[in-house]
Nanobody, 126 residues
Framework: QLQLVESGGGLVQPGGSLRLSCQASGSNFEFYALAWFRQAPGKQREGVSYMGAGDSTRKYMESVKGRFTIDRDNAKKVVYLQMHNLQPEDTAVYYC???????????????????WGQGTQVAVSS
């Protein structure tokens, strides 16, 4: 129902910052819960951050708390991931996702999201 396109990835040195954007098109963007996932080489995809629809609840995986911030702009149909103090362990392909979640409890479950972007590469290296 939603088409998602990520942008903003790139190469950054440790300690640097990037802001990822995910542009959505389609209907009812404001009713979707949104999330960022990432997949590093040789690792499983993991949930990085989440932002709910009506209640705007935010969730983060432990390793990015205090460094990453998720935000959404319903008028523009965009979800952002602002990343600060990036570390080599953050290197991954980052994907945005959208789904009609009924509970924040399942925010990091891939199967809860029916709409996915194509991914954008983030590389953190000196």
């Amino acid at each position: 129902q939603l088409q998602l396109v990520e942008s903003g990835g790139g190469l950054v040195q440790p300690g640097g910052s990037l802001r990822l954007s995910c542009q959505a098109s389609g209907s009812n963007f404001e009713f979707y819960a949104l999330a960022w996932f990432r997949q590093a080489p040789g690792k499983q995809r993991e949930g990085v951050s989440y932002m709910g629809a009506g209640d705007s609840t935010r969730k983060y995986m432990e390793s990015v708390k205090g460094r990453f911030t998720i935000d959404r702009d319903n008028a523009k149909k965009v979800v952002y991931l602002q990343m600060h103090n990036l570390q080599p362990e953050d290197t991954a392909v980052y994907y945005c996702a959208a789904g009609p979640l009924q509970s924040v409890v399942v925010w990091s479950w891939e199967k809860e999201y029916e709409n996915w972007g194509q991914g954008t590469q983030v590389a953190v290296s000196s």
